[in-house]
């Protein structure tokens, strides 16, 4: 089975994420620790909160070091919600903060005049290309959003969705094996649960 | 507009109420649970949850049913009953719930919504319901001189974002839609920049249709319970008969 480390950095509430994948058919552990991580097909980094704080605990644990290492190596890692900005170089939230500058671009407050912030509810996504990780899924299907922030990548080609709130921003990335999600997976029904699928199933191909 | 599916909570059980009366209840499903996973297959994309023991007890009860639900299904879970106090809603949202529906504190005590809705941007849900178009109180047991639409004008200007309007006369009845005093809340929920989202009486696809089509702007989401669990209509026809929104 393809067993897949959510990684637990103390932030949020992680078992929605987990029951998820258990769902889809993979193995989920939960866990902080570098050698449970190692082992495991695939990683998903998930996250709620600020960006500063999240970025100080992962940095504590290691995390950076450890997903830079997992990467290097060919190991796909999904980012969730927070754990999707992560993965760029920095944030401009509350003063700044550097982030795990694994894709290039900087994340930056949704631009969204008259239209409410945080962004909360479903939105249609239009990929920008095709990808395994949305295989199945159509063009302009909703998934669940709840963010404030949304990261601008650099490179047009690293994004593969987008939807709209006020802007159209990039809500999906795919730069094998590096992947980012700005909404839920985990609570975008049926869909979501299909990205979920598709991540395990890229999981699967790699030989750890 | 969302449907939001109801599961209401009773001595460990998905029940449904008559007209807010815990006299007259119907038991749909013994584990509740198996309600929210019903409804997810069936195409939910949120769930409307409420503690009925907590809403009568003044505090959540059913804390442990919530977190399994929550756990469980793949959508977005906002959840109330009983939550009369900052614990209470930290607890509900700690146990996974993406919004907390608060109800009988908003009248009591107007600024602890408002330090509420201040600590948890945009998961602050409250319910606005009305017997005869004034708003009730204490799992609808008690009756007030306010009405909905000023209850929801006064907490809309002090921050929150989202409103649930049932007029209890209806609730459980699946008789239609008490559309005039929805207007009037609806309108106030516009001008103070929120979303309403409505519950009671639904009881056919064409009751949904009325709602879709009454052209009330902040109307963002239906609740329906009775109708989806005597298998009138299944979520997914339901959701379509709202729109694809």
């Given at each position: 089975m393809t067993r897949i480390a959510i990684l637990d950095y103390g932030i949020g509430n992680l078992r929605s994420v987990e029951k998820a994948l258990e769902r889809v058919g993979a193995e989920a552990v939960i866990t902080g620790e570098h050698e449970a991580a190692r082992v495991a097909d695939g990683l998903i980094l998930p996250g709620v909160g600020a960006f500063a704080k999240a970025m100080e605990r992962v940095a504590e644990l290691e995390l950076d070091r450890l997903i830079g290492e997992r990467v290097e190596a060919g190991v796909p890692v999904l980012g969730i919600c927070?754990?999707?900005?992560?993965?760029?170089?920095?944030?401009?939230?509350?003063?700044?903060?550097?982030?795990?500058?694994?894709?290039?671009?900087?994340?930056?407050?949704?631009?969204?005049?008259?239209?409410?912030?945080?962004?909360?509810?479903?939105?249609?996504?239009?990929w920008a290309r095709d990808s395994e990780l949305i295989d199945g899924i159509a063009d302009r299907t909703p998934f669940y959003f709840v963010h404030s922030l949304t990261p601008r990548p650099l490179d047009e080609a690293d994004a593969l969705g987008y939807a709209l709130h006020g802007e159209r921003f990039a809500c999906a990335i795919a730069r094998p094996p590096i992947y980012g999600v700005q909404f839920h997976p985990e609570k975008s029904s049926g869909a979501g649960l299909a990205l979920l699928a598709n991540f395990a199933g890229i999981c699967a191909q790699v030989p750890v | 507009m969302i449907l939001y599916p109801a599961i209401d909570?009773?001595?460990?059980?998905?029940?449904?109420?008559?007209?807010?009366?815990?006299?007259?209840?119907?038991?749909?499903?013994?584990?509740?649970?198996?309600?929210?996973?019903?409804?997810?297959?069936?195409?939910?994309?949120?769930?409307?949850?409420?503690?009925l023991d907590g809403a009568r007890a003044?505090?959540?009860?059913?804390?442990?049913?919530?977190?399994?639900?929550?756990?469980a299904v793949a959508v977005p879970v906002q959840a109330g009953g009983g939550l009369r106090q900052s614990e209470d809603v930290?607890?509900?949202?700690?146990?996974?719930?993406?919004?907390?529906?608060?109800?009988?504190?908003?009248?009591?005590?107007?600024?602890?919504?408002?330090?509420?809705?201040?600590?948890?941007?945009?998961?602050?849900?409250?319910?606005?319901?009305?017997?005869?178009?004034?708003?009730?109180?204490?799992?609808?047991?008690?009756?007030?001189?306010?009405?909905?639409?000023?209850?929801?004008?006064?907490?809309?200007?002090?921050?929150?974002?989202?409103?649930?309007?049932?007029?209890?006369?209806?609730?459980?009845?699946?008789?239609?839609?008490?559309?005039?005093?929805?207007?009037?809340?609806?309108?106030?929920?516009?001008?103070?920049?929120?979303?309403?989202?409505?519950?009671?009486?639904?009881?056919?696809?064409?009751?949904?249709?009325?709602l879709a089509s009454a052209g009330l702007p902040a109307l963002s989401g239906v609740i329906v319970g009775r109708a989806l669990y005597e298998g009138v209509f299944t979520v997914g026809e339901g959701q379509a008969a709202l729109g694809a929104g």
């Amino acid at each position: 089975m393809t067993r897949i480390a959510i990684l637990d950095y103390g932030i949020g509430n992680l078992r929605s994420v987990e029951k998820a994948l258990e769902r889809v058919g993979a193995e989920a552990v939960i866990t902080g620790e570098h050698e449970a991580a190692r082992v495991a097909d695939g990683l998903i980094l998930p996250g709620v909160g600020a960006f500063a704080k999240a970025m100080e605990r992962v940095a504590e644990l290691e995390l950076d070091r450890l997903i830079g290492e997992r990467v290097e190596a060919g190991v796909p890692v999904l980012g969730i919600c927070l754990g999707y900005q992560l993965l760029f170089d920095s944030s401009t939230e509350l003063g700044g903060a550097a982030g795990l500058g694994l894709i290039a671009g900087e994340v930056s407050g949704l631009d969204a005049p008259g239209l409410k912030v945080p962004h909360i509810g479903w939105e249609p996504v239009e990929w920008a290309r095709d990808s395994e990780l949305i295989d199945g899924i159509a063009d302009r299907t909703p998934f669940y959003f709840v963010h404030s922030l949304t990261p601008r990548p650099l490179d047009e080609a690293d994004a593969l969705g987008y939807a709209l709130h006020g802007e159209r921003f990039a809500c999906a990335i795919a730069r094998p094996p590096i992947y980012g999600v700005q909404f839920h997976p985990e609570k975008s029904s049926g869909a979501g649960l299909a990205l979920l699928a598709n991540f395990a199933g890229i999981c699967a191909q790699v030989p750890v | 507009m969302i449907l939001y599916p109801a599961i209401d909570i009773r001595d460990g059980r998905a029940v449904r109420l008559l007209q807010g009366d815990y006299d007259r209840e119907t038991a749909f499903d013994a584990d509740p649970l198996d309600a929210a996973r019903r409804w997810v297959e069936q195409g939910a994309r949120a769930l409307h949850v409420v503690d009925l023991d907590g809403a009568r007890a003044g505090a959540p009860v059913n804390i442990e049913h919530l977190a399994r639900i929550c756990e469980a299904v793949a959508v977005p879970v906002q959840a109330g009953g009983g939550l009369r106090q900052s614990e209470d809603v930290a607890a509900v949202l700690a146990a996974g719930a993406s919004r907390a529906v608060v109800g009988t504190a908003a009248l009591s005590d107007p600024a602890l919504v408002e330090s509420l809705a201040a600590e948890n941007p945009d998961r602050i849900v409250v319910s606005a319901d009305a017997r005869e178009g004034k708003i009730a109180v204490e799992g609808w047991e008690r009756a007030t001189t306010l009405s909905s639409a000023e209850l929801i004008a006064d907490l809309a200007g002090r921050g929150v974002a989202s409103f649930v309007y049932t007029p209890v006369e209806v609730d459980g009845t699946l008789e239609g839609p008490g559309l005039d005093g929805l207007r009037a809340a609806a309108e106030a929920a516009r001008e103070g920049g929120a979303e309403l989202i409505y519950s009671g009486g639904i009881g056919t696809l064409e009751h949904l249709g009325e709602l879709a089509s009454a052209g009330l702007p902040a109307l963002s989401g239906v609740i329906v319970g009775r109708a989806l669990y005597e298998g009138v209509f299944t979520v997914g026809e339901g959701q379509a008969a709202l729109g694809a929104g």
